[in-house]
C-alpha cells in the first residue's frame, strides 16, 4: 500500500501576496465578523 505524501516546494511571492490583500480586503465592509449576529441565526 502506497502512502499519498506529496512533497512540494512554495516559493513566497511579495508582489502577487500584496496583490492579493489589496483586491480582497473585506474589512471595512458589512462581511467583516461573519458568523457574528446577535441572534447567532446565521
Do not use: Q, R
Not at 502512502?3 to 465592509?29: A, H, M, P, Q
Request: net charge negative.
Amino acid at each position: 500500500m502506497d502512502d499519498n505524501i506529496f512533497e512540494e516546494t512554495v516559493e513566497f511571492n511579495k508582489e502577487l501576496y500584496k496583490k492579493n490583500i489589496d483586491e480582497n480586503d473585506f474589512s471595512g465592509t458589512e462581511n467583516d465578523g461573519i458568523g457574528d449576529d446577535v441572534n447567532a441565526n446565521n
